[in-house]
């Protein structure tokens, strides 16, 4: 499985960007999904996840949602209200065994795309 991250930028806080997460190798449909960021100096954390319902980061629940495309074998990230804290590079992970149960832990996931980087001016 090969996943290829893509979407991120520059934007203003209160702006908003969409990040893509195109998959090859495995139909989306059949893998478990998510968004990791990691910000300078910060630890890997869990932002969004795709199983049979999305999950969420209770940081970015409200103003980030995550979708599936299984015509474009595409996982989207929606990223709405943005804020500086938000800076970070972005990248999504799967894995065919993950869980709900361990769906936040990094280490679930065989496969990762490379980052994508959302800066957030204030």
């Known amino acids: 499985v090969q996943l290829q991250a893509s979407g991120g930028g520059l934007v203003q806080a209160g702006g908003s960007l969409r990040l893509s997460c195109a998959a090859s190798g495995r139909t989306v449909s059949r893998l478990v999904i998510a968004w990791f960021r990691q910000a300078p100096e910060k630890e890997r954390e869990f932002v969004a996840g795709f199983k049979s319902n999305p999950s969420y980061a209770a940081s970015v629940q409200g103003r980030f949602s995550v979708s599936r495309d299984s015509a474009k074998n595409t996982v989207y990230l929606q990223m709405n209200s943005l804020k500086p804290d938000d800076t970070a590079a972005y990248y999504c992970?799967?894995?065919?065994?993950?869980?709900?149960?361990?769906?936040?832990?990094?280490?679930?996931?065989?496969?990762w795309g490379q980052g994508t980087e959302v800066t957030v001016s204030s």
């Open positions: 992970a799967a894995g065919p065994g993950v869980i709900l149960s361990n769906m936040r832990n990094e280490a679930a996931y065989n496969y």
